[in-house]
């Protein structure tokens, strides 16, 4: 199990967000034309494609060498 979270950790965040859209349009319409089965597949694709984003931000929080990614503007400090 903790291989795959590793592998979603190489997983870029614009596909999730792409998927996340799509759920959000495909819920929008479903309201539109008031079909409500639609409504709930595009708000399960919107759930799921966010918990695939925070599952991949935590591996790629926890794994790693544990320090800080981002760049150190003094690097004494560092």
Do not use: E, Q, W
């Amino acid at each position: 199990m903790t291989a795959a979270l590793f592998v979603l950790a190489d997983v870029a965040a614009a596909p999730v967000l792409a998927i996340m859209t799509f759920g959000l349009v495909i819920t929008l319409a479903g309201h539109i034309n008031k079909n409500y089965k639609i409504v709930a597949i595009g708000l399960a694709i919107l759930f799921l494609a966010t918990a695939a984003m925070m599952i991949g931000a935590y591996a790629s929080y926890s794994g790693g060498d544990g320090g800080d990614p981002r760049p150190c503007a003094i690097p004494a400090a560092c």
